[in-house]
Nanobody, 124 residues
Framework: QVQLVESGGGLVQAGGSLRLSCAAS????????MGWFRQAPGREREFVTS????????GYADSVKGRFTISRDNAKNTVYLQMNSLKPEDTAVYYC?????????????????WGQGTQVTVSS
């Protein structure tokens, strides 16, 4: 069993930045891809970004390309999401996830574990 704990969410003005962290505990997440999804009120959960274990493979949703950056520190079992130039439409609960495979996947169907989520609110 793996527990994922997100932190770093909050309220920020449009154009601002936030950095989310996701710390994994329990069994290690070695050889697993990890990523971030988000869910806004009244909408389905959607893919944001993902990274392979080595970090050599990374994927982003078109809506966040050029603004968000994912990274991971395997020694700390932690994945990060740096969010810049935030927009009101980025407002959502952000969920960290580990995958069943070592790849930068974009589908929730391959998620093995979910975090509890952290709220990000961007005011206009």
């Amino acid at each position: 069993q793996v527990q994922l704990v997100e932190s770093g969410g909050g309220l920020v003005q449009a154009g601002g930045s936030l950095r989310l962290s996701c710390a994994a505990s329990g069994r290690t997440v070695s050889s697993s891809g990890m990523g971030w999804f988000r869910q806004a009120p009244g909408r389905e959960r959607e893919f944001v970004t993902s990274i392979s274990w080595s970090g050599r493979s990374i994927g982003y949703a078109d809506s966040v390309k050029g603004r968000f950056t994912i990274s991971r520190d395997n020694a700390k079992n932690t994945v990060y999401l740096q969010m810049n130039s935030l927009k009101p439409e980025d407002t959502a609960v952000y969920y960290c996830a580990t995958f069943l495979v070592d790849a930068a996947v974009s589908t929730a169907a391959l998620v093995k574990y979910w975090g509890q989520g952290t709220q990000v609110t961007v005011s206009s």
